[in-house]
């Protein structure tokens, strides 16, 4: 199927543990990224993609690790999951450059006990 | 630091009422404003990207607009299915190479039959 999913959509795992979410797009879009979305805040970047093999910190990037050995995969790791990680999480991608539209996978519901 | 403050929080609407959501923004340099549409247990949906001050854009019961500091999404004579999670969301002009965009927290519309 065309277009950005996330795997698993829901996880409870326990303090300490390591995590890992996935993410795949099918449009071959240069850019991706991995936002948090809790209450009271906005969408909160924690790491961005330009390219396959080139990643960069966003706003709240530790405690979280991310690759991108394929265009079309960016994987997000909690090494070790802390409580305060307890958040939805949400892929997106977009074209390169300029103001464009980012269009975001169902996101993955995290809960860290 | 760039800066997105959407009120009101919540809005409750008779079908039919219109209204308008309102996003205020702090931005260097404005390169462009993203509106999104968000349910409940999925992922923002981009409904619409302004770039200058007085340009408007409509989809369907939807008009946004733009000024220097702040856009308006207007709604006109809203059904229950618009009731959703409205985003507004910022791109600055100096992000260079990395595409920071800053979302506000958003307004829940709820439509009441």
């Known amino acids: 199927d065309a277009g950005i999913t996330q795997s698993p959509r829901y996880k409870i795992t326990e303090t300490g543990r390591q995590v890992t979410l996935m993410c795949h797009q099918t449009w071959s879009h240069s850019y991706m990224f991995w936002y948090r979305q809790d209450l009271g805040h906005g969408l909160r970047l924690i790491y961005y993609s330009a390219a396959a093999d080139i990643t960069d910190k966003g706003e709240v990037p530790d405690g979280y690790v991310v690759s991108r050995s394929k265009t079309e995969n960016f994987p997000l790791t909690l090494e070790s999951a802390t409580r305060s990680q307890t958040s939805v999480y949400f892929c997106?991608?977009?074209?390169?450059?300029?103001?464009?539209?980012?269009?975001f996978g169902p996101g993955t519901r995290l809960t860290v006990l | 630091e760039d800066q997105v403050t959407q009120s009101p929080e919540a809005l409750r609407l008779q079908e039919g009422e219109s209204s308008s959501l309102n996003c205020s923004y702090t931005?260097?340099?404005?390169?462009?404003l993203f509106w999104y549409r968000q349910d409940p247990g999925k992922g923002p949906e981009f409904l619409f990207t302004l770039y200058s001050a007085g340009e408007e854009k409509e989809k369907e019961r939807l008009k946004a607009t733009l000024t220097k500091k702040e856009s308006f999404l207007h709604i006109t004579a809203p059904k229950p299915e618009d009731s959703a999670t409205y985003l507004c969301a910022v791109q600055a002009l100096n992000s260079g190479g990395y595409q920071k965009v800053t979302f506000g927290i958003g307004t829940k519309l709820q439509v009441i039959p």
């Open positions: 997106a991608s977009n074209l390169a450059g300029g103001p464009n539209e980012q269009f």
């Open positions: 931005v260097s340099g404005l390169r462009g």
